[in-house]
């Protein structure tokens, strides 16, 4: 009976952990200005434009 007891406390331990996680990365998303989103997209599709048709893909 104890290792059903161990086995949920990991499990719920594993769900909080993926909670900070989440919480972790949605504040860093977040953080940006408008304008900085703006600016990495311009970036990126200039990126894609001037490296042609296979630009991005791994070899």
């Given at each position: 009976m104890r290792w059903?007891?161990?086995l949920g406390l990991?499990?719920?331990a594993g769900v909080a952990?993926?909670?900070?996680?989440?919480?972790r990365a949605e504040?860093?998303?977040r953080s940006y200005?408008?304008?900085q989103?703006?600016?990495r997209?311009?970036?990126r599709v200039a990126e894609l434009e001037s490296g042609?048709?296979?630009?991005g893909r791994k070899p």
């Open positions: 059903w007891k161990v990991a499990g719920a952990a993926t909670g900070v996680v989440i919480v504040r860093k998303r200005t408008p304008d989103i703006r600016d997209l311009h970036e042609g048709d296979d630009a």
